[in-house]
């Protein structure tokens, strides 16, 4: 069977990236990517590409080849959902903030709302593609809904991961280490499966392009996820010893990493990793593993939680006991506030709990971040329910300029790890702040003998003085 059109369910940060370079590399096949989000929409068709909601490296020039040629953005999900013979659903699946499994399991009300809408709608035959991060077994969920609902149709479900990172997703979505697809082992399944494989080979070599039933596929995608979040745990827990032993996170994590068993990367001590993914799939394997009455698996993984909350509380400590033990009405300068550079995502960016944490401490924060807008970072803060949003006005400024945020201020903390920080003049930022200057590098990102040189009490994540 050969795909011409496509649909996608959610145009976030995942859809929106991913449709892209499928249009890009597939210039025959029609991509339509709908939402029920207007405004999101709205942006994604915005004349100048620069503007598209989702920033990342590379992606304006790819819509801008693609759309209006081969993609497309709309609010009409019915017509394309009607139109398509393969439909990506890539919608939310955040963790329930209710109910059984409140705080851990993934909360499939959108996906389910998905499923009941491409039955009510389908007139043909469809693949119905698992995109978003699910729990393992839902695809058995998808195949009940359609098959009991739809119109009498045959619907093939595949499990389709994503493994792009934010930051270097079209590099990642050109140049895929492997592709995963997921599906029935019947015949009309691996029909599904060699649809789907014949879109990706485009531009995928062969044998990048992995093909396996749908549970596996559903647990490697979260799998992949907690074995790189447990990385970033197991160094962060070194981090700590290393302040109280001289010994040093990064010389540490070099040493290790030569050994080509575990390899050089995700060994970046941090404050805590954030993101979409790490935490909620996690919690979806303790979640999972519990149900099952695995206590023993569940509790291996929920230590990758535990040290996380911990990496970003101990930031939060450090800071207050270096400033005397009270940081209250003292400035902060926090530079960065997305999970992660190159991107504009602060979906549980550690530093949202850091500043929650300096804040009920009635500290004063501002902060610069190159992406994240003012109404963005207040949205996050006043998620969290600490505090009314007029205090969280009251305590915390976000502005443009990062010399600005930094005037005035006691301590400057780096939150996230962009390089447009490294070259900052930091004599000139040292020159304006109250002294004794701190800085808190909470990304290894600076040149710590640089600094104190110029002046600055540095405390950097895994290290002493
Ligand atoms: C992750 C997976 O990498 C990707 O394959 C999956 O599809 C989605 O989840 P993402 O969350 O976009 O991608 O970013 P990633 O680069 O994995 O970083 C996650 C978090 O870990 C960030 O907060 C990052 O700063 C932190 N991190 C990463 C570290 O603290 N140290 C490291 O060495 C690496
Ligand atoms: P991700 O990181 O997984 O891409 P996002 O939250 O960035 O997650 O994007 C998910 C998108 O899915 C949102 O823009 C949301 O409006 C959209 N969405 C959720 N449910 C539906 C639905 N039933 N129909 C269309 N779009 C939906």
Excluded at 32 to 42: P, Y
Excluded at 78 to 106: C, L
Excluded at 255 to 274: E, H
Excluded at 385 to 408: F, H, I, M, T
Aim: glycine residues 6%; proline residues 3%.
């Amino acid at each position: 069977m050969k795909i011409q059109k496509i649909c996608c369910i959610g145009a976030g940060y995942v859809g929106g990236p991913t449709m892209a370079v499928i249009a890009k590399q597939c210039p025959d096949i029609t991509v339509t990517v709908v939402d029920i989000n207007e405004a999101r929409i709205a942006a994604w068709n915005d004349e100048n590409v620069d503007n598209i909601p989702v920033y990342e490296p590379g992606l304006s020039a790819v819509v801008a080849e693609a759309r209006g040629r081969n993609l497309f953005f709309s609010t009409d999900v019915d017509k394309a959902i009607d139109e398509a013979e393969m439909i990506f659903i890539s919608v939310n699946t955040p963790t329930k903030t209710y109910g059984e499994g409140k705080g851990q399991a993934a909360d499939l009300k959108w996906i389910e709302l998905c499923a009941r809408q491409i039955a009510r709608v389908a007139q043909g035959d469809k693949i119905v593609v698992e995109k978003s991060t699910l729990p393992v077994r839902t695809a058995s969920t998808l195949k009940d809904i359609l098959t009991h609902t739809g119109n009498g149709l045959n619907f093939q479900i595949l499990s389709n991961p994503e493994f792009l990172a934010e930051g270097t997703a079209v590099d990642d979505l050109m140049n895929p280490d492997r592709v995963l697809i997921g599906g029935d082992q019947t015949e009309e399944g691996k029909n599904a499966i060699e649809a789907l494989v014949n879109v990706y080979a485009r531009w995928v070599p062969k044998d990048r392009i992995l093909t396996t039933n749908v549970w596996s596929s559903e647990l490697s995608k979260l799998t992949a996820n907690a074995y790189l979040a447990q990385r970033v745990s197991s160094i962060n827990s070194l981090s700590e010893l290393c302040e109280h032993t001289e010994a040093d996170v990064n010389e540490v994590a070099r040493a290790i990493g030569t050994d080509s068993r575990i390899g050089p990367k995700f060994l970046k001590a941090s404050v805590g990793f954030g993101g979409s993914c790490f935490q909620k799939d996690i919690l979806n394997l303790v979640y999972i593993s519990r149900t099952y009455g695995l206590h023993e698996v569940a509790d291996y993984w929920e230590q990758v939680i535990i040290m996380n909350d911990h990496q970003k509380r101990r930031f939060a400590k450090k800071i207050i006991r270096n400033l005397y033990n009270t940081v209250s009405g003292k400035k902060i300068a926090f530079l960065g506030w997305a999970f992660k550079k190159d991107t504009n995502d602060t979906r549980e960016s550690a530093a949202i709990y850091v500043a929650d944490h300096l804040l009920n401490e009635q500290s004063k924060i501002a902060v610069y971040d190159p992406k994240v807008t003012e109404k963005q970072i207040f949205s996050d803060l006043d998620y969290l329910g600490s505090r009314s949003p007029e205090e969280n006005r009251k305590q915390l400024q976000a502005e443009k300029d990062p010399y600005k945020v930094c005037k005035g201020s006691h301590a400057v903390a780096v939150l996230t790890e962009w390089d447009e920080f490294k070259s900052y003049d930091w004599q000139k930022i040292y020159d304006s702040m109250l002294k004794p200057a701190h800085i808190f590098d909470g990304r290894n990102l600076l040149d710590k003998e640089a600094l104190k040189a110029i002046g600055f009490q540095v405390h950097a994540i895994g290290s002493t003085n």
